[in-house]
Structures are given as C-alpha cells and as structure tokens.
C-alpha cells in the first residue's frame, strides 16, 4: 500500500524558513517524480514544484520559484520542501504527491497535507 | 483566478447525471492530458480520472472523462450522496512549464 507521510508544518512568522518532508512507502520511490501541491484554506488547489525521479530535474511554479526548494534523499524514501522568505500567502496546506508520469501530468497518490500558517 | 475554469457548483438529485466542465487553452488542456480529482470535505484530493479518459483501479465505472478541443469534462452517473465533494481538473501548460488546476467544482446532491 502505497503511503505518503508529511510533516514539518508549523506557525511561522513572515520572512522565515521551514522545512517539510514527506516519508514515501508501498512503491519504489526512485523510480518516480514526486511533487509538492498546496491549498490554502477555504481555496482550490495549486501546483508548487516537481522533482524528477533521480533528482535531476526540478520545476516550480512562479509563485515560489526562488524562495522554495524541492530535493529528495532517494536513500531514505523522502522527499523535501525547503521553504524561505515565507510570506503570508504561503499559509495553506501542503500535500506531498506522487507524480507517476511526466507526460500525463496526474499525480495518483497524496499524502494527508501538513499546515503551514505565516503570520506574525 | 486559474488558468482552468469550471463552474463554482453544480447540483442534480441522486440517481440523476451531472457533468462537469473544463476549460482551458492550446497550451494546456487542447495538447495534454487532463486528470480530475475528488476531494471530499477535509481529505487529501484522490485521483479519479487520469489521461483524459481513464480510471484508476477502484474508481467506479459511473465516473467517466472526456477531452474535445480545449475543454474536457467529468460525468457522473447514477449520482450518489458520498459522491458530494469538490471537483478539480488538472493538466499540464507548455506554454507556463507548470502544472495547472482549475478552480474546483462544488458537487451537490440534492
């Protein structure tokens, strides 16, 4: 059975740092491109970064891109999100995601979501 | 504001069928696949529809997708009162290289 586990949210204040992991089971997780999908409360879903299977390659949407890293430690089946200069509009769940194909676009399996809330 | 649109809410008595819309553009929707999500109040979205058309192992056959153009839909059949949830499509942009989700759709079952 595949499962994603997050953890690391937290209340934080504007401006600083977080990191959150997600302990991958059930799948050979080097073989697949994982991804971070957040939500903030009350609204819809939004894509904020993907990590090819080995690491290699790395995309971000615009809204994190040079503020959030994505790694993955493949010897340890987790995944990471490295989160700085956090703002207030960061605040939303964040779901870990398993992202089965680079073509079809679709992830398959989601963790529970750990909150992130940014505020002073 | 997404770069997919769907309608916010969309009801129909249990039994009965709904459809839900997609809307995109040539650089999501009209040159990839689309997939669809239910997330029931609470929960971690769940993969319902992947490659435009189909169905992960488990998802009930009254659950169906399609994609013409640029636009893509969710049809549900027989509806059911567990099947009240928000709705999500989600695709690829060339144009954005990110990935891209609509609004989300209320599913009411009256």
């Known amino acids: 059975e595949v499962q994603l586990l997050e953890s690391g949210g937290d209340l934080i204040q504007p401006g600083g740092s977080l990191r959150l992991s997600c302990a991958a089971s059930?799948?050979?997780?080097?073989?697949?491109?994982m991804s971070w999908v957040r939500q903030a409360p009350g609204k819809g879903l939004e894509w904020v970064s993907i990590?090819?299977?080995?690491?290699?390659?790395?995309y971000y949407a615009d809204s994190v891109k040079g503020r959030f890293t994505i790694s993955r430690d493949n010897s340890k089946n987790t995944l990471y999100l490295q989160m700085n200069s956090l703002r207030a509009d960061d605040t939303a769940v964040y779901y870990c995601?398993?992202?089965?194909?680079?073509?079809?676009?679709?992830?398959?399996?989601w963790g529970q979501g750990t909150l992130v809330t940014v505020s002073s | 504001q997404s770069v997919l649109t769907q309608p916010p809410s969309v009801s129909a008595a249990p039994g009965q069928k709904v459809t839900i819309s997609c809307s995109g553009s040539?650089?999501?929707?009209?040159?990839?696949?689309v997939s669809w999500y239910q997330q029931l109040p609470g929960t971690a979205p769940k993969l319902f529809i992947y490659?435009?058309?189909k169905r992960p192992s488990g998802i009930p056959d009254r659950f169906s997708g399609s994609k013409s153009g640029t636009s893509a839909t969710l049809g549900i059949t027989g509806l059911q009162t567990g099947d009240e949830a928000d709705y999500y499509c989600?695709?690829?942009?060339?144009?954005?290289?990110?990935?891209?989700f609509g609004g989300g759709t209320k599913l009411t079952v009256l």
């Open positions: 490659d435009s058309n």
């Open positions: 989600g695709t690829w942009d060339s144009s954005l290289s990110s990935v891209v």
């Open positions: 040539s650089s999501n929707i009209g040159n990839n696949y």
């Open positions: 995601a398993k992202y089965p194909s680079l073509v079809g676009a679709f992830f398959d399996y």
């Open positions: 990590i090819s299977d080995s690491g290699g390659r790395t």
């Open positions: 059930g799948f050979t997780f080097s073989s697949y491109a």
